[in-house]
């Protein structure tokens, strides 16, 4: 089983940046995807991608977000610029669930083996 841990959230002003992080126990051939949950919502796909390197973006995330992975160091990054008060969430990264065939599915039911979640926090 993989082992993930998300770093990398924090406070941010309105229009600023982060940069998350997903590390790996061990490295995996499967999709890598980011997803958030907002306090009294429901976890919502953000980002994922192939180990080939091919994404898929919400469209709330489509411009603003970079999913991005360094398989040598068995990590995956979240990019993210121009933060809205509105992207406050837990982020929480997770590995296409074994048996799923659906490629770069956006569907949390699609993934397993999730992280903790780092908090993201972003001000007016």
């Known amino acids: 089983q993989v082992h993930l841990v998300e770093s990398g959230g924090g406070l941010v002003q309105a229009g600023g940046s982060l940069r998350l992080s997903c590390a790996s126990s061990?490295?995996?051939?499967?999709?890598m995807g980011w997803f958030r949950q907002a306090p009294g919502k429901e976890r919502e796909f953000a980002a994922a991608?192939?180990?080939?390197?091919?994404?898929k973006y919400a469209v709330s995330a489509k411009g603003r977000f970079t999913i991005s992975r360094d398989n040598s160091k068995n990590t995956v990054y979240l990019q993210m610029s121009s933060l809205q008060p509105e992207d406050t969430a837990v982020y929480y990264c997770?590995?296409?669930?074994?048996?799923?065939?659906?490629?770069?599915?956006?569907?949390?039911?699609?993934?397993?083996?999730w992280g903790q979640g780092t908090q993201v926090t972003v001000s007016a």
């Open positions: 061990r490295g995996t051939l499967a999709t």
């Open positions: 997770a590995t296409q669930a074994y048996g799923i065939r659906w490629t770069l599915p956006d569907s949390e039911g699609a993934y397993e083996n």
């Open positions: 991608i192939t180990r080939g390197g091919t994404t």
